[in-house]
């Protein structure tokens, strides 16, 4: 398998525009996450969805973001409009099952000016 | 209180040294817990899962103490590849969230 794969690997972007990130989970993973890591906060958990189902969005910052996942091989993660304080590493993850550990793809460094 | 906290580091130490480092988390019905090693503009990739019996892989031994609700990590015979970012997750229970700790930062020196 190839891991999680996301993309882009680097997004820079000026402020105001739309910033959609993507995300291929590992076949046959039901869980997938979606995190943002900074120097100030380390790794936040954005959303996470199971089956296809968001189950959690607390940690998704305000309603510039969205997040969605179609089907199983497939997510993505939206701003709308973007800001400069946006700018992270954002990380996809899946996991097979509940309690097991998650997989994490290379990260999309995304930076808005 | 955070929901997994660690120390930040960075911890420095020798070559061949002995190193450990603790790990809190709040909630003490949690039940996975992980160890997770990330290099520098890199993504966070499985080091070990943390067994309540407590394990082993080669030079690294991760412990589970419940009643203290922590998780431990020990590197014995310290590399200069181990230098990274070691992260402490764990399982909220009930659901199907990993809570990252936000990382000790572990520096070998030759």
């Known amino acids: 398998d190839a891991g999680v794969i996301q993309s882009p690997r680097h997004e820079v972007t000026e402020m105001g525009q739309e910033v959609t990130l993507r995300c291929k989970p590992i076949?046959?993973?039901?869980?997938l996450f979606w995190y943002r890591q900074t120097m100030m906060r380390g790794l936040e958990l954005l959303i996470y969805f199971n089956n296809n189902v968001p189950i959690d969005d607390s940690g998704m910052p305000e309603d510039r973001f969205s997040a969605k996942m179609p089907n199983a091989s497939f997510s993505t993660l939206k701003i709308q409009p973007s800001e400069p304080r946006d700018s992270a590493v954002y990380f996809c993850a899946s996991s097979p099952t509940t309690g097991l550990e998650a997989f994490f793809g290379q990260g999309t460094r995304l930076t808005v000016v | 209180r955070k929901e997994v906290e660690q120390d930040p580091g960075p911890f420095n130490v020798p070559e061949g040294a002995t190193v450990a480092f603790n790990c809190t988390y709040s909630?003490?019905?949690?039940?996975?817990f992980f160890w997770y090693r990330q290099d520098c503009r890199k993504e966070p990739k499985l080091l070990m899962s943390?067994?309540?019996s407590g394990n082993e892989d080669g030079r690294f031994t991760a412990q589970l103490n419940r009643a203290s609700q922590y998780i431990s990590l020990l590197i014995r015979d310290s590399k200069l590849s181990d230098s990274a970012t070691y992260l402490c997750?764990?399982?909220?229970?009930?659901?199907?969230?990993?809570?990252f700790g936000t990382g000790t930062r572990l520096k070998v020196l030759a």
């Open positions: 076949s046959g993973h039901n869980s």
């Open positions: 943390v067994y309540s």
């Open positions: 909630n003490s019905a949690s039940q996975s």
């Open positions: 997750v764990v399982n909220s229970p009930g659901t199907y969230k990993y809570i």
